[in-house]
Nanobody
């Protein structure tokens, strides 16, 4: 398991922006992919964006063109820049570290609320 500490959630009006951060510690050498997931009330947790150690990026269709994921290897941190936020982006956002055969670690979650 890799401890993950998230920050940056909050309340914003529709059209606004937020930036989420997630810093990993511990056995960071084992992390293949860092990603952001979200879970809205009554819905399943879904992938928002992910970035591999090699820089390959994957986005959910619903956030393409609005969200940007980036990774700072020197700080063991992954960021999610969220622009043009919509009320439907409201959810708890979770950071995830995929360690291959070692499993997967999750952050504690950070609330993002977008008001209309």
């Amino acid at each position: 398991q890799v401890p993950l500490v998230e920050s940056g959630g909050g309340l914003v009006q529709a059209g606004g922006s937020l930036r989420l951060s997630c810093t990993a510690s511990g056995s960071i050498f084992s992390i293949n992919t860092l990603g952001w997931y979200r879970q809205a009330p009554g819905k399943q947790r879904e992938l928002v964006a992910a970035i591999t150690r090699g820089g390959r990026i994957n986005y959910a269709d619903s956030v393409k063109g609005r969200f940007t994921i980036s990774r700072d290897g020197t700080k063991n941190t992954v960021y999610l820049q969220m622009n043009s936020l919509k009320p439907e982006d409201t959810a708890v956002y979770y950071c995830n570290a995929n360690q291959g055969y070692l499993g997967s670690s999750w952050g504690q979650g950070t609330q993002v609320t977008v008001s209309s």
